[in-house]
């Protein structure tokens, strides 16, 4: 199975996934997966709901590039001890081409699993903290532009608009499963993984 992104509203994007309580050979390479697309697609994050996954997993390399700065596969993330306050432009891989100033906490821990089990435990700092605070929310069901002011939401409204009516056209024409249907396949991968 390939994994592909799912676009705005996609309703995968909506759902609030249930921590993971098992890692096995499959998982292992969704998350590789999840590494390549966002690469391909030129993103700094990507969160398992935005490839379909109901799981708590998110992959990131703040520089956007295989080989440079920090790659980061996380499992059951849990932010907190949130400090400051910073906006800062973000758009995200399931509405591509929309940006929106976001004002977020500047620091936050993160703590976590890697793939092996091992414990994460980090206090971070900047854009790592940002792109960290964006996936987080998606594991949660919660979009950029939640978190954003009626006049900058003003302004991304038209795109929104848009994305909303190529999904139902894709959705009318079968090209995306009706929404139960998409819900039956959420079912059995949080009976597997969740
Ligand atoms: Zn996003």
Known sequence: MALSIVHFPHP?????SRPIVRVDARLREMAAEMLDLMYEHEGVGL???QVDLPIRMFVANPSGKRGEGEEWIV??????RPKGNEAG???CLSVPGLFAQVKRPKKVRLQGYDLSGNE????????????VQHEVDHLDGVMFFD?????????????LA?????FES??????IPANEKLAEQLAVWEKAYT
């Open 12 to 16: 995968t994007l909506r759902h609030r």
């Open 47 to 49: 969160a398992a709901n």
């Open 75 to 80: 499992i059951n993330p849990v932010i907190d």
């Open 89 to 91: 432009q973000e758009g």
């Open 120 to 131: 994460i435990n980090k206090e971070l700092d900047g854009f790592l903290a940002r792109v």
């Open 147 to 159: 978190r954003i002011g009626d006049e900058a939401k003003r302004e991304i409204e038209g795109g």
């Open 162 to 166: 848009e994305f909303q009516t190529t």
């Open 170 to 175: 894709l959705q009318d024409t079968g090209s």
